[in-house]
C-alpha cells in the first residue's frame, strides 16, 4: 500500500526546510516521528503534520481496498521540497545612501510518499557490515596470539635491560643471585644494587668540611688592624 501527503506554502526558504527532511529519509515512520520531535528546527513541527497525513492517507486507503496494513509498518519510499513563490510581496528594507532593498518571504512546498512495501536491501551497507564483521574477528585471533606470546616477550625485555647496566654492577649482582633465580629476580637485585651506591653517594660527607676550615692570613691581618683601633 502507497500513499502520498503534500504540504503547500509552507513559510521558510526550501534550503532550511531539506535539512529536516534529509533526516527522515529512508526510515520507518515511528523512527521519523521520533527524530522530528526532538529536531530543533521550525520546519520539524510542519514536516511532521505531512508525515502523519501521509500515514493516515496509506490507512483509509487500505480501509477501502479491504486490505489490512500495520501503520507501524510503512516506511519512506520518498520525501523531497519544492521551491514555492514568494506571494507578490511588496516590501523593501530602508539600506544605506537612500537606497531600498527588496524584501522576499519564502514559501515551500513538501511532499512525503510512503510505503508498505519491505525496503529494497542495500548491497553496498550490507558488504560493509560484512567487512567490519571481518576486522573485528581477526582482531580478535590477532589479539589472542599476542597475549599468548606476553611472557616471552617480557623475558627478552628484561635481558635485554640487563645488558644496557652497567658491568661491574652485574658482576657483583651475579655473584650473590643463585643460579635458578629467574630473569625479574635479577634486574630486581641489580636496581637494589644501584640505588644503594646512590644513597651511599648521597650520605657522603664533603672532604673539607667547615670545622676544619683555618682562618686564611688576610683575616689575621683584619684582625691586627682591628686590634690597633682599639687601642687608640
Known amino acids: 500500500m502507497?500513499?502520498?501527503?503534500?504540504?503547500?506554502?509552507?513559510?521558510g526558504s526550501p534550503r532550511k526546510a531539506r535539512l529536516v527532511i534529509d533526516l527522515i529519509r529512508g526510515r520507518n515512520v515511528s523512527q521519523a516521528l521520533?527524530?522530528?520531535?526532538?529536531?530543533?528546527?521550525?520546519?520539524?513541527?510542519?514536516?511532521?503534520?505531512?508525515?502523519?497525513?501521509?500515514?493516515?492517507?496509506?490507512?483509509?486507503?487500505?480501509?477501502?481496498?479491504?486490505?489490512a496494513i500495520?501503520?507501524?509498518?510503512?516506511?519512506?519510499?520518498t520525501c523531497f521540497i519544492d521551491m514555492g513563490p514568494?506571494?507578490?510581496?511588496?516590501?523593501?528594507?530602508?539600506?544605506?545612501?537612500?537606497?531600498?532593498?527588496?524584501?522576499?518571504?519564502?514559501y515551500?512546498?513538501?511532499?512525503?510518499?510512503?510505503?508498505?512495501?519491505?525496503?529494497?536491501?542495500?548491497e553496498k551497507a550490507a558488504?560493509?557490515?560484512?567487512g567490519r564483521a571481518a576486522r573485528l574477528a581477526a582482531k580478535k585471533a590477532d589479539g589472542?596470539?599476542?597475549?599468548?606470546?606476553?611472557?616471552?616477550?617480557?623475558?627478552?625485555?628484561?635481558?635485554?635491560?640487563?645488558?644496557?647496566?652497567?658491568?661491574?654492577i652485574i658482576e657483583q649482582a651475579?655473584?650473590?643471585?643463585?643460579?635458578?633465580?629467574?630473569?625479574?629476580?635479577?634486574?630486581?637485585?641489580?636496581e637494589a644494587k644501584s640505588e644503594g651506591e646512590i644513597a651511599d653517594a648521597k650520605n657522603a660527607t664533603s672532604q673539607t668540611p667547615a670545622e676544619k676550615n683555618e682562618t686564611q692570613p688576610a683575616d689575621e691581618a683584619q684582625q691586627k688592624i682591628n686590634e690597633d683601633l682599639e687601642r687608640q
Do not use: M
Open 108 to 122: 515551500c512546498h513538501i511532499t512525503i510518499h510512503v510505503t508498505s512495501e519491505a525496503p529494497p536491501v542495500d
Open 144 to 168: 589472542s596470539e599476542v597475549k599468548a606470546k606476553a611472557p616471552k616477550k617480557a623475558a627478552a625485555v628484561t635481558s635485554a635491560k640487563l645488558e644496557e647496566l652497567d658491568q661491574p
Open 2 to 11: 502507497e500513499a502520498i501527503a503534500k504540504l503547500r506554502h509552507l513559510k
Open 174 to 190: 651475579s655473584e650473590e643471585i643463585v643460579d635458578t633465580a629467574t630473569p625479574n629476580e635479577v634486574a630486581e637485585t641489580v
Open 34 to 67: 521520533s527524530i522530528l520531535k526532538f529536531t530543533n528546527k521550525r520546519a520539524a513541527l510542519p514536516i511532521a503534520k505531512c508525515l502523519s497525513s501521509a500515514i493516515a492517507n496509506a490507512t483509509y486507503l487500505a480501509e477501502q481496498q479491504n486490505i
Open 70 to 77: 500495520d501503520p507501524d509498518g510503512l516506511w519512506i519510499n
Open 86 to 106: 514568494t506571494k507578490n510581496r511588496r516590501r523593501v528594507r530602508p539600506a544605506p545612501q537612500g537606497r531600498a532593498y527588496r524584501e522576499q518571504r519564502h
Open 127 to 130: 558488504k560493509a557490515a560484512e
